[in-house]
C-alpha cells in the first residue's frame, strides 16, 4: 500500500486533527482575511496523468506534477479564492463539530461559488490536495441511491442501515458509505445487480425479484454517485459475490466498470 500511496493520489478518511493540521499549514502563507490565497495542487491536466491500477481496480491520478493556484493568477484567480473560503468553513465545521450537505457550500457564499458546479469543484480540488475523503471535511451529498436486500450495512457493530426494510422503494444508500466497516448477510445473497433506472428497480422490488433470485438489488436512478460506487466495491470485499449491471443502451453513464463482473445493455 505504502508504494501505491508514493505512486497515485489515494484519498483517504482522516481525523480532524489530522485535517486542521493540512488546512493551518495550507493558509499559513495566505492573507485569509483580506482573500489572498495560494495553494499547491496536484495537476490534472498533463498526458499520462490517469492510469489504471489492477491492485486498485481503478483509474488513478499519478502524483508528481503539480501547480500553484493563486488569487494572483488571472487563470487561476477564482479558483484559489474558492478553495480558501472553503478551507475556512472546513475549518468552522470542525470546530463547532457540525456536518453541511454539498448543496450547502454553495449556499453559503453563492458570491464565491456562482453555482452548484463550482462549489463541488472546490470541494474535489481540496480532496485531491488534502489527499482525503470528502466526509473528512465534515461535507456530505445528499442520499440519492437505493438498495433492498438481505443484507445489513453496518458501522462500528451498528447497523445504520437494514436493507431488507423499505418495502417497494427500498432503503436509501447512506451519503456515508465510506464508512460502512461490515456488510451481514441475514440470508442467502448469490449476486448484486446495479440497476439504472429507479422505475426498473421499484418493478423489480414489486416482482419481489431479490427474494427469488436470492439478490440485492440497487440503483443510483442514472449516474452513479460515489456512495454507490463505494458500496459496490464494498459488496466485492465483503460478500464476494458476482456484480451485474442493468442498463440501457448507454452503459457507461451509470456503469462503474472497476465493480462489475458484467453488463447487461437492453
Same mark, same amino acid.
Request: charged letters at 25%.
Given at each position: 500500500?505504502?508504494d =501505491?500511496?508514493?505512486t497515485?493520489v489515494?484519498?483517504?478518511?482522516? /481525523?480532524?486533527?489530522?485535517? =486542521?493540521?493540512? +488546512?493551518?499549514m495550507?493558509?499559513?502563507? &495566505?492573507d485569509?482575511?483580506?482573500?489572498?490565497?495560494?495553494?499547491?495542487?496536484?495537476?490534472?491536466?498533463?498526458?499520462?496523468?490517469?492510469?489504471?491500477?489492477?491492485d486498485?481496480?481503478?483509474i488513478?491520478l499519478?502524483?508528481?506534477?503539480t501547480y500553484? &493556484?493563486s +488569487?494572483?493568477?488571472?487563470?487561476?484567480?477564482?479558483?484559489?479564492?474558492? +478553495?480558501g473560503?472553503?478551507l475556512?468553513?472546513?475549518k468552522? =465545521?470542525?470546530t463547532?463539530?457540525?456536518?453541511i450537505?454539498?448543496?450547502?457550500?454553495?449556499?453559503?457564499?453563492?458570491?464565491?461559488?456562482?453555482?452548484?458546479?463550482?462549489?463541488?469543484a472546490?470541494?474535489?480540488a481540496?480532496?485531491?490536495?488534502?489527499?482525503?475523503?470528502?466526509?473528512?471535511?465534515?461535507i456530505t451529498?445528499s442520499?440519492?441511491?437505493?438498495? +433492498?436486500?438481505?443484507?445489513l450495512?453496518?458501522?462500528?457493530?451498528?447497523?445504520?442501515?437494514n436493507?431488507?426494510? *423499505? @418495502?417497494?422503494?427500498?432503503?436509501?444508500?447512506?451519503?456515508?458509505?465510506?464508512?460502512? /466497516?461490515?456488510?451481514?448477510?441475514?440470508?442467502?445473497v448469490?449476486?448484486?445487480?446495479s440497476?439504472?433506472?429507479?422505475?426498473?428497480f421499484?418493478? =423489480?422490488?414489486?416482482?419481489?425479484?431479490?427474494?427469488?433470485?436470492?439478490?440485492?438489488i440497487?440503483? @443510483?436512478? *442514472?449516474?452513479?454517485?460515489?456512495?454507490?460506487?463505494?458500496?459496490l466495491?464494498k459488496?466485492?470485499?465483503?460478500l464476494?459475490?458476482?456484480?451485474?449491471?442493468?442498463?440501457?443502451?448507454?452503459?457507461?453513464?451509470?456503469? @462503474?466498470p472497476?465493480?462489475?463482473?458484467?453488463c447487461?445493455v437492453?
Open positions: 500500500m505504502d =501505491l500511496e508514493n497515485y489515494i484519498a483517504e478518511d482522516q /481525523d480532524e486533527a489530522k485535517v =486542521l493540521e493540512k +488546512i493551518n495550507a493558509l499559513k502563507d &495566505c485569509a482575511e483580506n482573500g489572498v490565497f495560494s495553494f499547491q495542487l496536484p495537476s490534472r491536466g498533463y498526458e499520462k496523468a490517469y492510469e489504471y491500477n489492477l486498485l481496480q481503478q488513478c499519478r502524483k508528481g506534477k500553484i &493556484c +488569487i494572483n493568477s488571472k487563470r487561476h484567480s477564482k479558483k484559489a479564492m474558492r +478553495i473560503t472553503l475556512l468553513l472546513i468552522k =465545521l470542525i463547532e463539530h457540525e456536518s450537505r454539498f448543496r450547502w457550500v454553495y449556499y453559503l457564499n453563492p458570491n464565491i461559488y456562482t453555482n452548484q458546479d463550482a462549489s463541488d472546490a470541494v474535489a481540496t480532496s485531491l490536495m488534502f489527499e482525503a475523503t470528502r466526509s473528512s471535511f465534515h451529498p442520499p440519492r441511491g437505493s438498495i +433492498i436486500g438481505s443484507v450495512l453496518c458501522v462500528q457493530d451498528q447497523i445504520i442501515v436493507c431488507t426494510l *423499505g @418495502a417497494v422503494s427500498g432503503s436509501k444508500i447512506p451519503s456515508e458509505a465510506e464508512k460502512i /466497516d461490515m456488510i451481514v448477510q441475514v440470508a442467502r448469490d449476486f448484486i445487480l440497476v439504472e433506472k429507479e422505475t426498473i421499484h418493478r =423489480l422490488s414489486d416482482m419481489d425479484f431479490h427474494k427469488k433470485k436470492n439478490c440485492v440497487l440503483t @443510483a436512478s *442514472g449516474e452513479p454517485d460515489v456512495a454507490t460506487r463505494i458500496i466495491k459488496f466485492r470485499i465483503w464476494d459475490v458476482p456484480v451485474f449491471a442493468l442498463v440501457d443502451a448507454n452503459p457507461l453513464i451509470c456503469c @462503474a472497476t465493480s462489475l463482473d458484467r447487461i437492453l
